[in-house]
């Protein structure tokens, strides 16, 4: 597992990546993609079981991004791996790509389940996490699903499931950043206490900043401990978190940007590296 620091180093270069890609265009999820970074930094910096040079490996942990728009936050992680070269990045959402706009686990090495129909991957998750422990391998599924997704039903029918066959192989995350497409989750639909509520369906349930790696960490292993239940950490972050022309603003789900404002954002992100004692990327 890498250090503290060095995840630090790892989410600023993987948002840089995911920025550097979606720049090509000016446009993209940027929002919910930058709040997931460090969350993506813990699994790929160490936590998850895998093996970059062979994706399909059988006993590998699987990843499932439910929020699939958020794709190329994952791609940034899965490149930066050695899943592909870096310099593909450049090809996001254009004909062609390996990395379409939502995750396609028939193109982009490392994706393992196709997502971008929100609610879903909760379904598909689940069914992954049961079918490996039928054939009893000891490995992990990981979910991260979004909290306005978490708005659909489909997310809470699995929830019931999950209780019902123990799935203690199963780690889910929300990715709280508070917002939706179109406003803030309290506004649209209130989600309440999320936490809480998968607890009431049976889980084991924590919640953590979502920006701050050792607690992510630390929530990870707690769950592993926890026996004959599924395990949900709400992740509280921000979204655009590390992006200078996202963060703070009110409607940064999917937005256009200038190149000024990407030269900036990525400046901005090396002085972070820079500061950590990071290479230059």
């Known amino acids: 597992m890498k250090s503290t620091n060095e995840l630090k180093v790892f989410a600023a270069r993987i948002r840089m990546t995911a920025l550097d890609g979606l720049s090509v265009l000016s446009a ?25 040079q062979t994706p399909q490996w059988p006993e590998r942990d699987w990843l499932v991004v439910s929020k699939g728009h958020c794709g190329p936050t994952l791609y940034a992680a899965l490149a930066l791996r050695g899943y592909f070269p870096v310099e593909e990045m450049k090809t996001i959402n ?20 196709s997502t971008g129909s929100l609610g879903q991957g909760m379904s598909t998750a689940l069914g992954i996490a049961w079918g490996n422990r039928y054939q009893n391998r000891d490995n992990y599924t990981y979910l991260v699903l979004g909290d ?41 639909c209130d989600l309440g206490d999320i936490r809480q509520k998968f607890e009431d369906f049976g889980w084991d349930a924590q919640e953590v900043n979502g920006h701050d ?16 239940k599924p395990h949900m950490i709400v992740l509280q972050t921000e979204k655009g978190k590390g992006c200078t022309f996202a963060e703070g603003v009110f409607y940064n789900h999917h937005i256009k940007f200038t190149a000024e404002q990407y030269q900036e954002a990525r400046a901005a992100l090396q002085q972070e590296i820079d500061a950590l004692g990071g290479e230059e990327a």
């Open 148 to 188: 306005g997704e978490s708005e659909e039903g489909q997310v809470w029918e699995g929830a019931l499931w999950a209780h019902q066959q123990k799935l203690d192989n199963l780690i889910a995350f929300v990715d709280c950043n508070n917002k939706q497409l179109d406003g803030y989750t309290s506004d649209i």
């Open 28 to 52: 993209g999820h940027v929002g919910g993609a930058m709040s997931m970074a460090d969350l993506m930094s813990v699994l790929y910096g160490g936590m998850m079981r895998i093996e970059p």
């Open 213 to 228: 790696h050792g607690a992510i960490i630390e929530a990870i292993n707690r769950a592993k401990t926890v026996k004959d």
């Open 94 to 113: 254009q004909p062609g790509t390996r990395l379409p706009s939502h995750c396609d686990r028939n193109l982009t090495p490392g994706i393992d389940m």
